[in-house]
């Protein structure tokens, strides 16, 4: 049996109620199932950890996470520290160093749940998007001068090269090769940015020529937000920047329901280091400690971690327990519309992965009665 070992790393807000709920879910699951074990590590990195010693992670904190077969993350960002310094300081300092270029984002309206757009169900709304992960506008490239002066100025440099276009478009189209649709749309903003973006292009229409069976389409982001909202069912594999993809899948969750739901992968794909499964979703700092997080996001999330792990069966048993909970709305938390919380939801998914019916322990009054918290 193969043990793995998981750095769980929470960070800030109701990232650390989804991990913890996750964690239970895995420990469940690799219990019930006893195909695989999993051992956890945790890691107290995030805002906190800054705010007592001036850093969201050890200076060799990337070194110590080569020691794991797989890192489970969940959010980063807090109210009195400004954006910019938590998302660099913890998720990007991760992500960059380590490697983990491709960032894969699934988007599926999950039984039980119902998009936002009218009569669009979960045939219609089926995608992958592939974020670039590690350059573009994330590059870390530009700066500030002159700070409070008239001619004050900043600069922020998306850099594009040759090798990491190659590699995301490559990705890209292994995965919608990997579809039944075998559609790939390349989001790009050419039409304005006149040397990284075309040099997107064609280093995407070179190597789609090594994907004769995959049908590319290029798509500017501008019209990429109409054709998500207006005609869902013509899309299937999506590749953009980083940026782009960052705000499209915030789009996608949306359209399908709530990001609370959103997983994500950001993979090395040549596996020379640990990849990071973390759900889409920030530390919404409005719910925190209030435990009513949506932890679906993040069990989804380990389902992408066991599959890359090479646990199918067991990815696939967790992905039913998850859809089982999802068709029924008494598990909805509020983003859904529902009352329940992170507590009941994650009770759920457990006693479905054990067997138990979910529908008769609620008509016993029993675990997942909301008196019952
Ligand atoms: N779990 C995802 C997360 O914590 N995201 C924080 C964030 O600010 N993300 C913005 C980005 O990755 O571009």
Redesign the pocket.
């Given at each position: 049996m193969r043990h793995f070992k998981i750095a769980a790393i929470p960070?800030?807000g109701i990232?650390q109620d989804v991990i913890a709920a996750g964690v239970r879910v895995l420990e469940a699951l690799a219990k019930r199932d006893r195909s695989f074990a999993v051992s956890f590590d945790h890691f107290d990195w995030g805002s906190d950890r800054y705010k007592a010693v001036g850093s969201f992670m050890p200076e060799d904190g990337a070194a110590q996470l080569q020691n794991y077969d797989a890192i489970y993350?969940?959010?980063?960002?807090a109210p009195d520290i400004p954006?910019h310094l938590?998302?660099w300081g913890l998720?990007?300092n991760i992500c960059q160093p380590l490697d983990q270029y491709a960032n894969v984002r699934p988007t599926r309206i999950l039984p039980g749940i119902t998009s936002p757009l009218a009569d669009v169900t979960s045939e219609d709304l089926d995608w992958v998007i592939i974020r670039e992960n590690s350059e573009g506008e994330?590059a870390g490239q530009g700066g500030r001068s002159h700070k409070g002066q008239p001619h004050e100025m900043a600069t922020d440099v998306s850099v594009f090269t040759r090798h990491g276009v190659e590699r995301i478009m490559r990705y890209a189209f292994e995965v919608a090769r990997s579809r039944p649709a075998k559609h790939c749309t390349i989001v790009t903003k050419s039409n304005a940015q006149r040397y990284g973006m075309v040099m997107w292009d064609e280093i995407a229409a070179e190597v789609a020529r090594d994907f004769p069976d995959v049908t590319i389409e290029k798509m500017l982001v501008d019209a990429m937000t109409v054709r998500m909202t207006m005609q869902p069912a013509s899309l299937d594999t999506i590749v953009a920047t980083?940026?782009h993809a960052?705000i499209l899948s915030d789009l996608a969750a949306a359209l399908s329901g709530s990001i609370g739901i959103a997983p994500?992968a950001n993979l090395n794909p040549d596996r020379s280091t640990p990849s990071m499964f973390?759900?889409?979703?920030?530390?919404a700092f409005d719910i925190t400690g209030k435990g009513i997080a949506n932890p679906i996001g993040s069990f989804w999330s380990a389902v992408m971690m066991l599959e890359h792990l090479g646990e199918a069966a067991a990815a696939a048993h967790l992905m039913r327990a998850i859809e089982t909970v999802t068709s029924n709305p008494m598990y909805h938390t509020a983003d859904l519309g529902g009352t329940a919380t992170t507590e009941q939801v994650t009770q759920a998914v457990i006693d479905v992965i054990d067997g138990r019916n979910i529908a008769e322990a609620d008509k016993a009054g029993g675990a997942h009665a909301q008196s019952g918290d």
């Open positions: 960070g800030d990232g993350f969940g959010a980063v960002g954006d938590t998302l998720r990007l994330y980083n940026l960052d994500t973390e759900p889409i979703h920030g530390s």
